[in-house]
């Protein structure tokens, strides 16, 4: 599975910036490679690695930046700096998020989730 995403953070959507202005922080893709979820933008590079992931839930921006409902994926992680959580939105079929509707996105934000759910719970057990 490999999706073209645009993305934020917990710091970014708490921000002035990111409740009134402007919700991502970037965009990119989401891969699952094996044991761990690939956030690549440009050159940088995040992996995530499936142990390491506490939760993978549904979230929502705040109606002050998206009066209507807007959904991400948010998963939230340990890494050496502590606990920390990203929230995804995948784009529909590659478009622009601009040009994708709230609520088709909200529902592909849904189909996500399950995916990433099933791959976080290994097969053996």
């Not at 044991?35 to 995040?46: A, E, F, K, P």
């Given at each position: 599975m490999k999706i073209r995403t645009c993305f934020s953070d917990t710091e970014h959507r708490n921000s002035f910036l990111g409740r009134w202005i402007w919700i991502y922080t970037g965009s990119g893709s989401l891969e699952i490679?094996?044991?761990?979820?690939?956030?690549?933008?440009?050159?940088?590079?995040?992996?995530?690695?499936?142990?390491?992931?506490?939760?993978i839930d549904r979230g929502s921006f705040s109606r002050t930046a998206k009066p209507i409902r807007l959904d991400y994926i948010n998963i939230e992680f340990n890494d050496r700096s502590g606990a920390r959580s990203i929230h995804i939105v995948p784009l529909y079929k590659n478009r622009p998020s601009w040009f994708i509707s709230v609520w088709r996105t909200n529902r592909t934000v849904l189909r996500e989730i399950e995916v990433l759910q099933k791959w976080q719970i290994p097969d053996n057990l």
């Open positions: 490679e094996g044991d761990s979820l690939v956030l690549c933008s440009g050159s940088i590079q995040m992996r995530i690695m499936r142990e390491s992931i506490t939760k």
